[in-house]
C-alpha cells in the first residue's frame, strides 16, 4: 500500500468514526466511549507527528475501516443513508470553513482554551463537551448549510446528546481537513472508490483487534 493511500484512508475513517457515531446517538443516545475519546482527542492534535497519530494509534479506528470498506462497497445500501449523508455534508461544511479564514481562526483559538480545560477536568468532561459544542454552535451552524440529524426525538433532544453530536461533527471536520490536506477530493472518491476500499479492508486486518 502506497503511502499516500494509507494516509489518505487513515484521515477518511476519521472522518467514517465521527459520522458512524452521530449515527448511532441519533438513534440510540449511546455511543462507545473509547470510540468518543479517539474522537475528542483528535481535535487537540493540531500538528501530529504522523496521520495516524491524530488518531493515538490504527487500533483505536479498526471499526472505522470495517464501516468505510462497508459503505464504499454498499455506498446505495439504503441502511447507509444516513451516514452517507452525514460524510458528505461534513466534506461540504469543510470546503465552506476553509474559505473562511476568520472562522478557522476562532475555532483554533477556542480549541486551545478547550484543550487548556480538558488537561484539569479530563478529555470528555461534560464541561470540556459542552464547551466545544459552542465552538460549534458558534461558527459551523451559522452556514446556510446545515447537517441534518435525524432520529429518535427523545434522544435529540437531550443536551447532552445535542452536544456530543455537534463534537463528533466538529472532529468529522477536522479530519476532513486532514484528507484534504493530504491531497483527498470528491473526484478521487468517485473515481477511486473501489481502491480505497481495498486500503480499508487492508487496514482493518492490520489493526483488528
Known amino acids: 500500500m502506497s503511502k499516500s493511500w494509507r494516509e ?17 446517538l441519533a438513534k440510540t443516545g449511546y455511543l462507545k466511549t473509547d470510540e468518543f475519546e479517539t474522537s475528542v482527542r483528535s481535535l487537540f492534535e493540531r500538528n501530529p507527528v504522523s496521520t495516524e497519530a491524530t488518531y493515538g494509534s490504527g ?17 446505495r445500501d439504503p441502511r447507509n443513508a444516513d451516514l452517507l449523508r452525514y460524510v458528505l455534508g461534513v466534506l461540504h461544511l469543510q470546503k465552506k470553513l476553509i474559505k473562511r479564514k476568520e472562522m478557522l481562526y476562532v475555532i483554533g483559538n477556542r480549541l486551545e482554551k478547550a484543550e487548556t ?12 463537551i459542552s464547551n466545544i459544542a459552542e ?7 451559522k452556514f446556510p448549510y446545515r447537517i441534518q440529524v435525524t432520529g429518535e426525538a427523545t434522544y435529540l433532544q437531550q443536551t447532552r446528546v445535542a452536544s ?14 486532514l484528507w484534504r490536506q493530504l491531497g483527498g477530493s470528491r473526484w478521487q472518491l ?20
Open 190 to 209: 468517485l473515481l477511486y472508490r473501489n481502491q480505497m476500499a481495498k486500503h480499508a479492508h487492508e487496514l482493518y486486518l492490520e489493526f483488528k483487534r
Open 164 to 177: 456530543q453530536i455537534r463534537v463528533l461533527l466538529l472532529a468529522a471536520i477536522r479530519s476532513a481537513t
Open 59 to 75: 487500533h483505536n479506528l479498526a471499526e472505522a475501516f470495517e464501516e468505510l470498506e462497508k459503505l464504499l462497497n454498499n455506498h
Open 8 to 24: 489518505l484512508t487513515i484521515a477518511f475513517a476519521g472522518i467514517v468514526l465521527a459520522t458512524k457515531q452521530v449515527a448511532q
Open 135 to 141: 465552538i460549534y454552535t458558534d461558527t459551523l451552524s
Open 117 to 128: 480545560q480538558a488537561q484539569h477536568f479530563g478529555i470528555t468532561h461534560d464541561n470540556v
